[in-house]
DNA sequence: CCTTGGCGTGACAGCGCTGTCAATTTGCCG
DNA sequence: CGGCAAATTGACAGCGCTGTCACGCCAAGG
């Protein structure tokens, strides 16, 4: 039989309750007891049953993952990150793929939350900002950190200063000449897209440069619309085409670079491509693209940690921004 | 208050052990007093709790996915079809990401088995092959599927017929009339790499070519792999080099297409260039990979699927072979 | 010196469910 | 219709832990 509370109790010379406090890092148990029991613990191997303290303390030690994103590079790096908190607290993780649209959105989470009684939730965009669910959480009284929410007012996770890391790459860009810069746009659902957008037309204004509506092309964040848009772009009359194009993330960037070759375009020599984000894919296409860096799996980690905080009566939790970075690599050079 | 068992069994005036019987699907309940309970259960919105049954069956209703594998994009298409199998049955899935070569790994999963008390395991390729981890399993008595394992005797979960794939794609690119065919072969721990260069092998021989060993180029799935096995392939003196490089992933195919553009190669005019496992990178690359296409999603619902029949006491579970298909791309064609 | 109050600890009763085993009912046969 | 085995149902005691509350102790204040 394995080892129960009571027997680390027993060894230790105390109260199987007293051996919860400690398990618990309950306060008002004095130092020396505190000692005993950690060494009979650590002595006789104890592991706590999750089930048996969940049942008792109607606690589940339980973080749930909801994420609606087809980027599987950007999941698994955020999931590594929540990993990492829920590891440190002894939390589980559970992931949970879902379609934002689909009808009963919000209802299967409602059932996913009786079933598997997740103390708090990480949510990713674009489920950062369902207003339905969120309205349903605060009914129901579910914590949750938000990963880039449009809305970080009164909500606990973390982020990083997406229209400063767009001018930053405007900045860039425009340094190496550039002046007829085209933008092609995220996803519509997400903030990500307005942001980028923003950053994007905050740093033509302040270069004096006017928006050029034929420019600025609608995109979803995939592959796929990176080479639709980039065809719209590479179509236009001479002098009317853009010299550098500033995708939304790098898959589209990568689409584009794509299109780039079907227009018989040589990147970076005839036109200039950047992404944001730094996915893998960044580093695997030719040439390697120069982007915006995220630290997804930090800020994973930080979403995590301040749930965790607030869960565990540790303060309230914050909204804690990361830091980025400008990777300059092969798909960018001066305007010719 | 939640309803519980017992409210329901109140109102389908049984005794709580039989809407037990009934929630767990045991036999020797009468058809009418089933049918009874389950209205009651449905007009009620009973949702069992997890954690209670966990502590008194036993089980816990959780199965956890390990993986050692730097291919996101298959992990997570892997991950989604156990997660399909496990909603099915009503179980709960973790993620466990680890370092096969790395001290302690076994003792890690031990930890992590005494602490969450998974009712079984889902492993991925290089796991599914580790002696030691396998051996303290059986120990243990944790029952696993396995996906793609080298030995599969004794062992449940999916896998696809490799060396017969890899023929397949040689067939194709011998058909094209090409005789100088490089191979990039896979990460030495995998039994993939095996497979895939078992069935090169045999599709040379069978063709009546001989083996070149400067044409069987090591590496390790990685698309940085694939650069370096390309730059030595492509500075092979003339008359030596391929005329197509058959790599044993994706993300190496790439890499192979990406040194290409370096040597001022054009793919697939100048060499044609396959991949394996059909990543969405196969199609976001230019020109686009000719591959083989493996279910993975379909080959993770399927060992779940296995390995919870086995749980729950439907039968031994079986290892079952799922079908692979060859996606003819841009990035082949006739040899010149 | 006696309160008062806070700290440290333990006794006890469940949390919501299932295993065990006994009680009851049913079906079937002669 | 009685008798017996099998099928069906229920009573009860936990599973391993924590919430609640009661108790004893000691320092500080009057």
């Known amino acids: 039989m394995r080892v129960r509370l009571e027997d680390v109790a027993r060894a230790a010379g105390v109260s199987p309750k007293t051996v919860s406090r400690v398990l618990n ?10 000692e005993k029991v950690r060494a ?6 104890y592991r706590p049953h999750q089930s ?4 008792a303390s109607n606690r589940s030690f339980l973080i749930a993952m909801l994420y609606d994103n087809p980027s599987s590079n950007y999941l698994t790096e955020i999931q590594a ?20 649209g689909e009808g009963g959105f919000v209802e299967r989470i409602d059932r996913l939350i009786s079933h598997h009684r997740p103390d ?7 489920i950062t900002d369902h207003p339905g669910l969120l309205q349903r959480l605060h009914e129901r009284r579910v914590l949750y950190a938000s990963i880039s929410p449009i809305e970080r007012k009164g909500t606990i996770g973390a982020f990083i200063d997406e ?3 767009a001018r930053r790459m405007m900045a860039t860009l425009l340094a190496l000449g550039h002046r007829r810069i085209a933008h092609v746009i995220g996803h519509p659902g997400h903030g990500a897209s307005q942001w980028r957008l923003a950053g994007y037309r905050q740093a033509l204004a302040e270069a004096g440069l006017a928006r050029d509506p034929e420019l600025e092309v609608a995109g979803d964040f995939s592959f796929g619309a990176g080479v639709a848009a980039a065809r719209r772009l590479f179509s236009l009359p001479r002098g009317r085409g853009p010299t550098a194009v500033f995708a939304a993330n790098d898959d589209m960037a990568a689409g584009v670079i794509w299109a780039a070759g079907e227009h018989g375009l040589s990147v970076p020599r005839d036109v200039s491509v950047c992404g944001f984000d730094d996915t893998p894919i960044a580093r695997q296409i030719w040439p390697a693209l120069t982007t915006i860096h ?8 930080i979403a995590a ?9 540790r303060g309230p939790g914050a909204m804690v921004q990361a830091p980025f970075s400008l990777e300059l690599r092969e798909s960018t050079a001066a305007a010719s």
Chains 1, 2 share one sequence.
């Open 40 to 45: 009979a613990m650590a002595a006789m191997d």
């Open 81 to 100: 990150g929540v990993l990492e908190a829920c590891d440190l607290h002894h939390y589980s993780m559970m992931v949970r793929p879902l379609h934002v």
């Open 294 to 301: 995220q630290p997804s799996r930090e800020m994973g980690r």
């Open 52 to 55: 048996a303290r969940s049942l």
């Open 120 to 126: 708090g939730l990480v949510l990713t965009p674009p």
């Open 163 to 165: 229209p400063e890391a």
């Open 305 to 313: 940690l301040q749930l965790l905080d607030s869960l565990r009566g």
């Open 25 to 34: 890092d309950e306060a008002n148990v004095r130092a020396p007891t505190r």
